[in-house]
């Protein structure tokens, strides 16, 4: 047995409160390894003290490590617990102690695991209907055009040419609003609109009025009427918050600008001198642009800018959620407030992160719900890219899902691409075929799952600006049959089994399949970027296929079936 695997940390993503009296427990191990894993447990505050074991499913595997959890009904909130762990040459006993051979139970006030105590507040519970979402994500300067009464001047690029850093095309709300059907009709539920407010530049990721809708894209009466016809569509919204920074042109940073330590402002930046100088840069800002001066976001008065932002924008417009712009590099603090106001708010609000990285510190129930999921989409590329097997594709799918705890999984963003990120078909080669497997793998994994406008009529773009390109509304007559299919994919994100059912992900020879499962109910995906290969599904239910016919899997095909 490979001792130096074995691991479990105690009131983490390993030991966590699913609600008053259920606690999810998870032991990780050496995958080479074949072992018994054992809960054995008592009630702190019982008299005289009994011990239970019980077995601990594997349910997880990746490249290095197996994963056992058992999901466990409590009798009392206060738990006492170590893990007995086998093989067939070796017993241990894991506890605060370490691994021994020998566990001394009398002395367990001292050296078991702990679930002190489980409180109202200490459990996550993931937002109901963003477990099983389909999100649109648009970039608004781009998507369409629906206004022709604005004052354009500032539109310096046809609608057909390609955009460029600098480049307006004129696309707005009434664009969306007119084009809400298209949407709808997809089987999207919620949209994601990259900024909105007042900004010098096409993207808005520098704010100047956080307050206003910028008019290039309409006013704010427009944006009511769109999310009244969203809603009544049942699509949801969420907005996108540039809270690291704003622009330099911002009233408030451009008060620092002028008076220095004088303005009240002073102390909401990073400053290093008495005026803040845009020639020097001698301010700190995000990623060394002159113009986004980084927040100091650990402040008061400015988290508390920032979160009558957050609540303006729900509490008069109804909006459902927020994507939160460069939330890694923002103060926890700020975070753990904004859940708090957002929450009392809206109940049903979701907060979603912009973090690339392992964001488990952000995913404890007490800040973000969720993140952009570009663990997923790296592995997507690397899989559809052929750089990785199915293999080596199951174990990375797997891993992520070990790294947070069940209610920020199931409401993780997981996409293929976005405004920052090439688009996924022109990086994968241009296929097609392999497209809508991954967007199948993006819809039957666990989270919800995100749609970047354009790919229903197969847009391609490599990196920014090419990956902002104008919507080809005229292509739309000629994509009929990609549309129907990413349709048809879609619609399974409606499922029982995807919304609250468990995850088996793993690999046969070339194929990577995925298990969804409730009630007595199977869902599941094949993926096959190998040779045509027979699958006898039988009579099953099938929900949804590419490039599968006659029992067979071709090459860069998919099907996702039920039972
Ligand atoms: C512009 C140009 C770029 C140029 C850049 C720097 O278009 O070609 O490289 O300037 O001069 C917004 C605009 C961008 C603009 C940028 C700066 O949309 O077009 O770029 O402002 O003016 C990191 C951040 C992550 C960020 C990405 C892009 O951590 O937060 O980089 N994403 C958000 C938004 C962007 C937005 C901003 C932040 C700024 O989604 O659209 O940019 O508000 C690794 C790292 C990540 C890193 C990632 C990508 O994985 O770990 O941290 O993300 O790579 O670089």
Same mark, same amino acid.
């Given at each position: 047995?490979?001792?130096?695997?074995?691991?479990? &940390?105690?009131?983490?993503?390993?030991?966590?409160?699913?609600?008053?009296?259920?606690?999810?427990? @998870? &032991?990780?191990? $050496? @995958?080479?390894?074949?072992?018994?894993? #054992?809960?054995?447990?008592?009630?702190?505050?019982?008299?005289?003290?009994?011990?239970?074991?019980?077995?601990?499913?594997?349910?997880?595997?990746?490249?290095?490590?197996?994963?056992?959890?058992?999901?466990?009904? %409590?009798?009392?909130?206060?738990?006492?617990?170590?893990?007995?762990?086998?093989?067939?040459?070796?017993?241990?006993?894991? /506890?605060?102690?370490?691994?021994?051979?020998?566990?001394?139970?009398?002395?367990?006030?001292?050296? /078991?695991?702990?679930?002190?105590? =489980?409180?109202?507040?200490?459990?996550?519970?993931?937002?109901?209907?963003?477990?099983?979402?389909?999100?649109?994500?648009?970039?608004?300067?781009?998507?369409?055009?629906?206004?022709?009464?604005?004052?354009?001047?500032?539109?310096?690029?046809?609608?057909?040419?390609?955009?460029?850093?600098? /480049?307006?095309?004129?696309?707005?709300?009434?664009?969306?609003?007119?084009?809400?059907?298209?949407?709808?009709?997809?089987?999207?539920?919620?949209?994601?609109?990259?900024?909105i407010f007042i900004s010098p530049t096409n993207h808005k990721y520098d704010n100047i009025d956080y307050f206003e809708i910028d008019p290039q894209f309409g006013s704010k009466e427009d944006f009511k009427k769109l999310?009244?016809?969203?809603?009544?569509?049942?699509? @949801?919204?969420?907005?996108?918050?540039?809270?690291?920074?704003?622009?330099?042109?911002?009233?408030?940073?451009?008060?620092?600008?002028?008076?220095?330590?004088?303005?009240?402002?002073?102390?909401?930046?990073?400053?290093?001198?008495?005026?803040?100088?845009?020639?020097?840069?001698?301010?700190?800002?995000?990623?060394?642009?002159?113009?986004?001066?980084?927040?100091?976001?650990?402040?008061?008065?400015?988290?508390?800018?920032?979160?009558?932002?957050?609540?303006?924008?729900?509490?008069?417009?109804?909006?459902?959620?927020?994507?939160?712009?460069?939330? $890694?590099?923002?103060?926890?603090?700020?975070?753990? #407030?904004?859940?708090?106001?957002?929450?009392?708010?809206?109940?049903?609000a979701v907060i979603i992160g912009e973090n690339w990285h392992n964001a488990e510190a952000f995913l404890r129930g007490d800040e973000l719900d969720s993140i952009m999921n570009y663990a997923f989409t790296n592995t997507?590329?690397?899989?559809?890219?052929?750089?990785?097997?199915?293999?080596?594709?199951?174990?990375?799918?797997?891993?992520?899902?070990?790294?947070?705890?069940?209610?920020?999984?199931?409401?993780? %963003?997981?996409?293929?691409?976005?405004?920052?990120?090439? #688009?996924?078909?022109?990086?994968?080669?241009?296929?097609?075929?392999?497209?809508?497997?991954?967007?199948?793998?993006?819809?039957?994994?666990?989270?919800?799952?995100?749609?970047?406008?354009?790919?229903?009529?197969?847009?391609?773009?490599?990196?920014?600006?090419?990956?902002?390109?104008?919507?080809?509304?005229?292509?739309?007559?000629?994509?009929?049959?990609? &549309?129907?299919?990413?349709?048809?994919?879609?619609?399974?994100?409606?499922?029982?089994?995807?919304?609250?059912?468990? =995850?088996?992900?793993?690999?046969?020879?070339?194929?990577?399949? &995925?298990? #969804?499962?409730?009630?007595?109910?199977?869902?599941?995906?094949?993926?096959?970027?190998?040779?045509?290969?027979?699958?006898?599904?039988?009579?099953?239910?099938?929900?949804?296929?590419?490039?599968?016919?006659?029992?067979?899997?071709?090459?860069?095909?998919?099907?996702?079936?039920?039972?």
């Amino acid at each position: 047995m490979n001792k130096a695997a074995i691991l479990h &940390l105690s009131e983490s993503f390993m030991a966590y409160a699913i609600s008053l009296d259920q606690i999810n427990i @998870r &032991l990780r191990a $050496d @995958r080479k390894d074949k072992l018994d894993v #054992r809960l054995v447990y008592t009630y702190k505050c019982d008299y005289p003290h009994v011990w239970k074991e019980e077995k601990m499913e594997k349910t997880f595997e990746d490249e290095s490590f197996s994963y056992y959890e058992i999901n466990l009904k %409590l009798l009392d909130k206060r738990l006492a617990y170590v893990f007995k762990v086998s093989d067939e040459n070796e017993t241990y006993y894991l /506890s605060e102690n370490g691994l021994e051979e020998v566990y001394d139970f009398e002395n367990f006030y001292f050296t /078991s695991f702990h679930m002190p105590y =489980i409180h109202e507040a200490d459990f996550f519970e993931p937002v109901e209907w963003m477990k099983n979402a389909v999100f649109y994500q648009i970039f608004p300067e781009r998507f369409r055009r629906g206004d022709f009464s604005k004052d354009d001047s500032y539109i310096n690029q046809a609608w057909e040419d390609l955009p460029t850093p600098s /480049s307006f095309a004129g696309g707005d709300l009434k664009g969306i609003i007119e084009k809400l059907d298209h949407i709808k009709d997809l089987g999207v539920t919620c949209l994601y609109l990259t900024p909105i407010f007042i900004s010098p530049t096409n993207h808005k990721y520098d704010n100047i009025d956080y307050f206003e809708i910028d008019p290039q894209f309409g006013s704010k009466e427009d944006f009511k009427k769109l999310v009244e016809k969203a809603h009544s569509f049942g699509i @949801r919204i969420v907005l996108d918050a540039v809270f690291n920074h704003m622009c330099h042109e911002n009233p408030v940073f451009k008060d620092v600008r002028e008076k220095g330590k004088e303005s009240i402002y002073y102390d909401w930046f990073y400053i290093d001198g008495d005026k803040a100088d845009i020639e020097k840069i001698n301010y700190e800002t995000f990623a060394h642009v002159y113009n986004m001066p980084k927040l100091k976001t650990s402040n008061k008065e400015v988290q508390d800018y920032l979160i009558k932002i957050g609540k303006y924008w729900i509490e008069e417009f109804d909006v459902d959620g927020w994507r939160l712009d460069v939330s $890694d590099e923002v103060s926890h603090d700020l975070w753990k #407030r904004f859940r708090k106001e957002i929450k009392s708010a809206k109940a049903d609000a979701v907060i979603i992160g912009e973090n690339w990285h392992n964001a488990e510190a952000f995913l404890r129930g007490d800040e973000l719900d969720s993140i952009m999921n570009y663990a997923f989409t790296n592995t997507c590329l690397d899989y559809f890219k052929g750089k990785i097997s199915a293999q080596k594709a199951s174990d990375k799918l797997n891993m992520i899902l070990m790294r947070n705890r069940d209610a920020a999984n199931r409401m993780m %963003l997981n996409f293929l691409d976005t405004h920052d990120t090439p #688009r996924f078909i022109t990086e994968i080669g241009g296929s097609l075929d392999k497209t809508l497997a991954a967007i199948a793998l993006s819809v039957v994994y666990m989270g919800a799952n995100s749609l970047y406008y354009g790919t229903e009529v197969g847009l391609e773009g490599k990196g920014d600006p090419d990956c902002r390109r104008t919507f080809p509304w005229e292509k739309i007559e000629e994509k009929q049959d990609v &549309l129907g299919k990413i349709k048809e994919i879609l619609a399974v994100k409606k499922h029982e089994a995807i919304k609250n059912g468990g =995850i088996k992900i793993y690999s046969e020879g070339d194929l990577l399949i &995925l298990e #969804r499962f409730v009630n007595e109910k199977t869902l599941s995906l094949a993926i096959n970027l190998g040779k045509e290969k027979n699958f006898d599904l039988g009579c099953k239910e099938i929900l949804a296929a590419g490039n599968f016919k006659n029992q067979k899997l071709g090459e860069n095909s998919f099907v996702i079936w039920e039972k």
